[in-house]
T-cell receptor, first 117, second 111 residues
């Protein structure tokens, strides 16, 4: 079955350390996204990528970095510059190009819960 | 920038009662999507609305897109305990490239 996999499910890190969250999809989707979810804050966009080797900043990109070397993979690095890194991180993927397409909904991974102590 | 606002933030109903959540955008949307996130889970795509004034139904769920394409609603008839979760609306503006999510409405249904 096609899907999107995030790993690990839980991650603990010491303050000041960089950490990379994995996201892999086998849906053949062109677009991939990273969102951060905090209680009562909904989902806030960190980065997104429409195509391999290209990505754009979202609303809260400061302190984060991404790469898109393969269509299937979109890892997110939470750097030590991120002031409040403890959160639930969600990766998603979708087709790209026509927002009115019938199957334009996002498919989300099961998320990574990052705790920085 | 585009903002999507959702009300109420929380709703507690008795099983069998109806439930409605409302979504409003500061700009015109090219489409609106609805997602459901169960407690401890991840958002799952429910439906997309594209046309002005569009109404779609999924069993007990009715979704509407406003005539001006700036607001939307989700109505659940006769809630069940399986409806528990947070419902998010999300929209693309005409110039937007990624979904902008509302903060969600958390629904609690007690038997």
């Amino acid at each position: 079955d096609g899907g999107i996999t995030q790993s690990p499910k839980y991650l603990f890190r010491k303050e000041g350390q960089n950490v990379t969250l994995s996201c892999e999809q086998n849906l053949n989707h062109d677009a991939m996204y990273w969102y951060r979810q905090d209680p009562g804050q909904g989902l806030r966009l960190i980065y997104y990528s429409q195509i391999v080797n290209d990505f754009q900043k979202g609303d809260i990109a400061e302190g984060y970095s991404v790469s898109r070397e393969k269509k299937e993979s979109f890892p997110l690095t939470v750097t030590s510059a991120q002031k409040n890194p403890t959160a639930f991180y969600l990766c998603a993927s979708s087709i790209w190009g026509n927002p009115e397409a019938k199957d334009y909904g996002y498919t989300f991974g099961s998320g990574t819960r990052l705790t920085v102590v | 920038g585009q903002q999507v606002m959702q009300i109420p933030q929380y709703q507690h109903v008795q099983e069998g009662e109806d439930f409605t959540t409302y979504c409003n955008s500061s700009t015109t949307l090219s489409n609106i999507q609805w997602y459901k996130q169960r407690p401890g889970g991840h958002p799952v795509f429910l439906i997309q609305l594209v046309k002005s004034g569009e109404v779609k139904k999924q069993k007990r769920l009715t979704f509407q897109f406003g005539e001006a394409k700036k607001n939307s609603s989700l109505h659940i008839t006769a809630t069940q305990t399986t409806d528990v979760g947070t419902y998010f609306c999300a929209g693309h503006s005409n110039s937007g490239y990624a979904l902008n999510f509302g903060k969600g409405t958390s629904l609690l249904v007690t038997p």
